[in-house]
């Protein structure tokens, strides 16, 4: 029954190391997304696709790299990690496209990533 | 630019009363305003929405929001707080002109006491 789904929940690894975050969606939507969200709480988005094609790619480190395969995964590979990517990473998605847009996201439970 | 201020890191209010969590708006469209509650450890939720007609909008939990436009505001309320609506609100802004993108605000910390 989870619409928006991500794993693993909890990531704890060293700095250097190579790790990736899965997300799916059942809702049938054609957007999804990828937020930090920092110490603070303060979300700032990293990532967006549509229909897998990439639309938003804000200034993020090119060591993180999503890949949609299709419209219902967006996972997230980020390579190096460094101490400062220590945060809550949230996928989501909405619907924006034909068959009537509703626009709001809706958010997965989120990964915790705490880089040693 | 487009961006959403909430001006309140925190609100407190007794169980019971009525609250109000501020939201004020920039955006070069029209806007497309929401509100999320995440509660500790956990993903945002949708609360409520305006995209077009009524200015006062209703949504889960027995919250509502006014869209006042003159105001650039977008402001969260609910006639009889909680214990259990405490959480943090973001309040958030849609641009439709600019691949859809949403801004969030930086969160509002809501404290009901018994």
């Known amino acids: 029954d989870t619409a928006v789904s991500q794993t693993p929940k909890y990531l704890v690894t060293q700095m250097g190391n190579d790790k990736s975050i899965k997300c799916e969606q059942n809702?049938?939507?054609?957007?999804m997304y990828w937020y930090k969200q920092d110490s603070k709480k303060f979300l700032k988005i990293m990532f967006s696709?549509?229909?897998?094609?990439?639309?938003i790619n804000e200034t993020v480190p090119n060591r993180f790299s999503p890949k949609s395969p299709d419209k219902a995964h967006l996972n997230l590979h980020i390579n190096s990690l460094e101490l400062g990517d220590s945060a809550v990473y949230f996928c989501?998605?909405?619907?924006?496209?034909?068959?009537?847009?509703?626009?709001?996201?809706?958010f997965g439970p989120g990964t915790r990533l705490t880089v040693t | 630019a487009q961006s959403v201020a909430q001006p309140e890191d925190q609100v407190n209010v007794a169980e019971g009363n009525p609250l109000t969590v501020k939201c004020t708006y920039s955006?070069?469209?029209?806007?497309?305003l929401f509100w999320y509650v995440q509660y500790p450890n956990r993903g945002l939720q949708f609360l409520l929405k305006?995209?077009?007609?009524?200015?006062l909008v209703k949504g889960s939990y027995g919250f509502e929001a006014e869209f006042n436009k003159s105001q650039t505001s977008f402001h969260l309320k609910k006639p009889s707080a909680l214990v259990s609506d405490s959480a943090l609100y973001f309040c958030?802004?849609?641009?439709?002109?600019?691949?859809?993108?949403?801004?969030f605000g930086s969160g509002t910390k809501l404290n009901v006491k018994p």
């Open positions: 955006v070069s469209g029209n806007p497309y």
């Open positions: 989501a998605s909405s619907q924006d496209g034909s068959g009537g847009p509703s626009y709001e996201q809706y």
């Open positions: 696709y549509n229909n897998k094609e990439l639309i």
């Open positions: 958030a802004v849609r641009d439709i002109s600019n691949f859809n993108k949403f801004y």
């Open positions: 305006y995209i077009t007609g009524d200015n």
């Open positions: 809702l049938g939507h054609d957007t």
